[in-house]
């Protein structure tokens, strides 16, 4: 049900698989002189992660307790953490730091700009803000510009259980898991804007490696192009519907 796998050097992927809902989800270890986890995990996923950290590094060392928007799997236990661990700092962007965090947690949020550097030693992470990409006004992803990684959060969502990484593309996987979704009660999972293609190409350009999604395999390879077919796949699913003005609740206009 737990299992851990190196996806790039001292980065460790620890995916649950929760068969009821049929979806992993994975939290991410850089195991650096100031360790960071990336996905605090919801509150009830915290015994057994606590427990599978503890395979890699004392848990009370972590430093950085990192995550791109608010909502209960990327942040539900960030307090947990922040208890066992005294010098730990919430990551996150300005505005989930402002909005939600700094109000949530149990200590202040570090929060970054774009141009800010976390150093953790061996590696250097940016946050870059991403609103509404995958969903919420806060949402951002984590760069390591060492070896080139982005813990995309949502992004190449795949339902299932998978390879932890695989170097075959994800992007069939991606569109099945977003038409999936829309047809179910998890529609409108992702919202369709007039930037979400200028956000994915925005990340495209900072050609990553490694791909560390939290639901699914992560991906290693051309991640710019892998952003790229992601930009054409949720204008495909998502794109036509907006432009029509379409809601669950009718159809704008009245046509
Ligand atoms: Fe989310
Ligand atoms: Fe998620």
Redesign the pocket.
């Known amino acids: 049900m737990i299992h851990t796998a190196e996806i790039a050097p001292e980065i460790y992927r620890i995916s649950i698989f929760v068969p009821e809902i049929n979806l992993e989800f994975s939290h991410f270890l850089v195991r650096d002189e100031e360790p960071l986890l990336f996905h605090a995990g919801l509150r009830g996923m915290f015994p057994m992660l606590r427990q599978e950290i503890s395979r890699m590094i004392d848990p009370s060392k972590l430093r950085h307790i990192g995550f791109s ?1 608010f ?1 209960s ?2 942040c539900g236990g960030l307090n947990e953490w922040l208890q066992i661990a005294p010098a730990a700092e919430p990551v996150c962007g300005l505005v989930g730091a402002m909005v939600s965090v700094n109000d949530f947690a149990i200590r202040p949020a570090r929060a970054l700009t774009r141009d800010d550097v976390l150093s953790t030693g061996r590696y250097r992470f940016r946050f870059i803000p991403t609103p509404h990409v ?2 919420g006004w806060d949402a951002g992803v984590l760069f390591e510009e060492s070896d080139k990684t982005l813990f995309c ?2 992004l190449f969502h795949q339902w299932g259980q998978h390879d932890p990484i695989t170097s075959s593309s994800i992007i069939e996987r991606c569109k099945d898991a977003l038409v999936q979704a829309e047809a179910g009660p998890f529609a409108n999972y992702v919202p369709y804007t007039h930037h979400t293609g200028i956000v994915l190409h925005d990340l495209a350009d900072l050609a990553p490696k490694t791909l560390a999604a939290m639901h699914g395999s992560s991906y290693s390879g051309d991640g710019g192009q892998a952003l790229r077919d992601l930009a054409v796949v949720m204008g495909d699913v998502l794109g036509p519907k907006a432009e029509q003005g379409t809601t669950e609740l009718g159809t704008a206009g009245g046509a």
């Open positions: 928007h909502e799997d990327e995958p969903h959060s949502d």
